[in-house]
């Protein structure tokens, strides 16, 4: 398995605080990318990394932030938390672009009272 | 604009086979990938079509029709650890990838 972590696995917060979501890989991978899965929706992309400070925004970016300072980090962070944000995220790492294949970590189950 | 279809359930008995069919939309489409999710767990890799043509990997095989913006994936020989969702994932050179709702496999014994 590739060596992808996410940390908290579980977090239960109140609407209006600030969240931050940690992804940190073994792997060496210069691609990162944060996903978030609703019942209905399927994977969707928030923000991806293609390295060190160089992030851009996916499908469903506001009311998120990111960054990534180090390559093996890959921070989620949510401002001011929503209900609607209540979701399972998912980070996932790729060493290339080309062939697609992406390796995701276990995931986040975040609730937002 | 971008779009991606494939059937929401199928049900399937042990020792069958299934195809799971997904048409795209998408720009710059480079390949089309297939993921697995188990109830609970994480997406992993199944496989990758960037050429047409079928693509085998033991009881799996994948298809890519460019020019049709289709593909399939092809489980044989169902077993009961199959149960699971099944999502289709076009591709830009980008290197990001659009998931749609998948598909929820049922293997019954």
């Known amino acids: 398995d590739a060596g992808i972590t996410q940390s908290p696995r579980h977090k239960v917060t109140e609407t209006g605080t600030p969240v931050t979501l940690r992804c940190h890989q073994t792997?060496?991978?210069?691609?990162m990318y944060w996903y978030r899965q609703d019942p209905g929706h399927g994977l969707r992309l928030i923000h991806y990394?293609?390295?060190?400070?160089?992030?851009d925004k996916g499908e469903v970016s506001d009311g998120y932030s990111v960054s990534r300072s180090k390559t093996e980090d890959f921070l989620l962070t949510l401002e001011s938390a929503t209900s609607s944000q209540t979701s399972v995220y998912f980070c996932?790492?790729?060493?290339?672009?080309?062939?697609?294949?992406?390796?995701f970590g276990p995931g986040t189950r975040l609730t937002v009272l | 604009g971008q779009s991606l279809e494939q059937p929401s359930e199928v049900t399937a008995v042990e020792g069958a086979i299934v195809q799971i069919n997904c048409t795209y939309q998408?720009?710059?489409?480079?390949?089309l990938s297939w993921y697995q999710q188990h109830d609970g767990g994480a997406p992993t890799f199944l496989s990758y079509?960037?050429?047409?043509g079928l693509e085998e990997t033991g009881r799996f095989s994948s298809f890519l029709s460019r020019s049709d913006s289709y593909g399939y994936l092809l489980l044989q020989e169902l077993q009961m650890k199959d149960s699971a969702s099944y999502f289709c994932?076009?591709?830009?050179?980008?290197?990001?990838?659009?998931f749609g709702q998948g598909t929820e496999l049922s293997v019954k014994p």
């Open positions: 996932a790492i790729s060493e290339g672009t080309l062939h697609n294949e992406q390796f």
């Open positions: 792997e060496n991978h210069r691609y």
């Open positions: 990394s293609y390295g060190v400070k160089d992030t």
């Open positions: 998408t720009s710059g489409f480079y390949g």
């Open positions: 079509n960037a050429l047409d």
């Open positions: 994932a076009p591709g830009n050179q980008g290197g990001k990838l659009i």
